[in-house]
């Protein structure tokens, strides 16, 4: 559709996008997947989950401006520290199943009174942002 001294496209007003832009649904796949994954492996998933083909250097901008908006819109936390230690700690917590066995209380035979059952146990690992001295702690049956 034209009119004299402009072009309008109605797609492109419906759709919320301009030429040589991603829309936002788009810039969100690739924002997810460009933080869980190196930037070379994006186009690959792209076109294997959505069937889009799209350049590197697209999703490392995008990846990189969400990223940015992100830290702008973080609080500053600047609570006082209740006792001397650090500021932020950087942590990760794993978790398995472990099969415990338990013996019955019964008199006789004990091979015929074990139970089988699984509980789950987590391993915490903990260290001050820009060290590498780690603390662990491990905890059983929801102890943590």
Excluded: N
Excluded at 10 to 17: D, N
Excluded at 73 to 93: F, V, Y
Aim: with cysteine.
């Amino acid at each position: 559709m034209r009119r004299p001294g402009q072009q309008i496209r109605p797609f492109i007003r419906s759709a919320g996008v301009a030429s040589h832009s991603c829309s936002l649904p788009l810039q969100r796949v690739m924002t997810d997947f460009g933080a869980d994954h190196a930037f070379g492996q994006v186009p690959k998933k792209l076109r294997e989950h959505y069937g889009i083909d799209m350049p590197v250097s697209t999703i490392r901008k995008t990846t990189q401006h969400h990223s940015v908006q992100m830290h702008t819109q973080k609080p500053a936390l600047t609570l006082p520290l209740a006792k001397p230690g650090c500021q932020q700690q950087i942590g990760q917590i794993d978790g398995t199943m472990i099969p415990i066995v338990t013996l019955g209380k019964a008199e006789g035979d004990k091979r015929k009174q074990k139970a089988l059952h699984w509980e789950e146990a987590r391993l915490a690992l903990v260290h001050e942002q820009g060290r590498i001295t780690p603390k662990f702690d491990a905890c059983f049956r929801g102890g943590c």
